[in-house]
């Protein structure tokens, strides 16, 4: 761990494993609102309460990052300046978090993924997907309790590349091998094989003509006979 970090601030047990690096300003196992109102409340012991944080090795925390109790981060894993990872949160090895992102509550991200933007509570991303857009549930019952709400969150499959300023809402299934164009809206399920732009305009790669994504789905396609 990096020797002359500064002003590391960490709540119950955390494991850092060899030769991780945290930058400086980081929070580390930060208590969820639950757990703090029980601490208030009750005036139980936060170390008693905090949920475990591990984070493996050879990792890297950039400054200003903030990792809430109970999250899991594999080896090989970069998290990029001012990034915040909500409690419970899994991550995958040789993941990279980017700068400013905001990961939401129990989220799962699996092996080489890329993940910017704002992904909400229980989302799921497949291996080696980039996801620079929004994930986001729909929000449909603001008049009842905060937390007592569980929407369905999107799943993303392997392989899916979500573009900037994109926006994925609801519980939509993002199937492996699509491409979804930057600022696309997407709330319908996508198939694999596709291309999404605009709002929910499907194009299989069989009727894509654009040149930009030729290489891309040319890779795809070898990776997945179905597509032709």
């Known amino acids: 761990m990096n020797p002359t970090h500064k002003e590391l601030v960490t709540y119950g047990q955390v494991a850092i ?7 400086n ?27 475990p944080v591990n984070i493996s090795a050879k990792c890297i925390l950039g400054n200003y990052v ?14 990029e300046d001012y990034v915040r990872v909500g ?12 700068y400013g992102a905001f990961i939401c509550d129990r989220v ?3 092996d080489d993924a890329r993940v910017a933007g704002f992904i909400c509570d229980d989302t799921r991303i497949g291996k080696r997907s980039t996801v620079m857009g929004d994930l986001v ?26 573009g900037y300023g994109a926006n994925v809402v609801g519980g939509v299934r993002i199937s492996s091998h699509v491409y979804i164009a930057s600022g696309a809206v997407v709330t319908r399920d996508v198939p694999p094989n596709h291309v999404v732009r605009g709002v929910n305009e499907q194009i299989p790669f069989a009727e894509w003509k654009g040149k930009k994504l030729s290489r891309l789905i040319e890779h795809w396609t070898k990776q997945s006979p179905s597509s032709k």
Do not use: F, M
């Not at 494993?17 to 930058?23: A, D, L, N, P, Q």
């Not at 409690?87 to 980017?98: A, C, E, Q, S, W």
């Open 137 to 162: 549930h729909e929000y449909s019952r603001p008049h009842e309790d905060w937390w007592e709400v569980n929407e369905i969150a999107p799943v993303i499959d392997n392989d899916v590349i979500i």
């Open 17 to 23: 494993g060899r030769k991780t690096w945290v930058g």
């Open 66 to 79: 903030c990792i809430y109790e109970g999250v899991q981060i594999s080896s090989g894993t970069v998290v």
């Open 25 to 51: 300003y980081c929070v580390i196992g930060y208590p969820k609102e639950k757990s703090i109102v029980k601490h208030l409340t009750e005036e139980a012991k936060l170390d008693d309460i905090v949920a």
């Open 87 to 98: 409690y419970d949160t899994k991550i995958g090895k040789n993941v990279r978090i980017l």
């Open 108 to 110: 799962t991200i699996q």
